[in-house]
């Protein structure tokens, strides 16, 4: 599989963080359906031309972001339902995380500082407790 990926996208960085952008666009755009199967991580270095740490790294990086499902002998695949794409909410605090536990959807500020049983103002939960969230704060 060709995956036709542009390492000179994003000069300036390096090739893993080129890889990674071009992986991600590719998925973003469409153009790396859901489901599909990606290269052998020695194939796909051996198309760019990079070492095989780079697309580990890469892959590592992509799935952990959502994008990409690793299994150990069953290959790499574009996640069913990938990641969105970053929007411009809030990205520290309570509001930010919260926008991000919420999937980017804006949260208002009346919200995160709700006062309990209030009518129709919803409750912030007090921990995100999510795996693979680090807190930033």
């Not at 052998?40 to 095989?52: D, N, W």
Request: net charge positive.
């Amino acid at each position: 599989m060709d995956l036709h990926l542009d390492l000179d996208g994003a000069s300036g960085h390096t090739l893993r963080a080129r890889a990674e952008h071009a992986l991600r666009e590719a998925v973003r755009s469409g153009r790396l359906a859901p489901g599909s199967r990606l290269p052998a991580t020695r194939a796909l270095a051996a198309q760019l031309g990079v070492s095989r740490g780079v697309v580990v790294e890469a892959y590592s990086q992509l799935a952990a972001e959502g994008y990409l499902d690793t299994r150990r002998g069953g290959g790499t695949r574009v996640a069913e339902h990938p990641a969105p794409p970053p929007t411009s909410t809030p990205t520290s605090g309570v509001e930010g995380r919260l926008n991000h536990a919420l999937g980017g959807s804006v949260v208002p500020r009346r919200a995160v500082r709700g006062v309990a049983g209030a009518p129709g103002v919803p409750l912030a939960p007090r921990h995100d407790l999510r795996p693979s969230l680090p807190a930033v704060d």
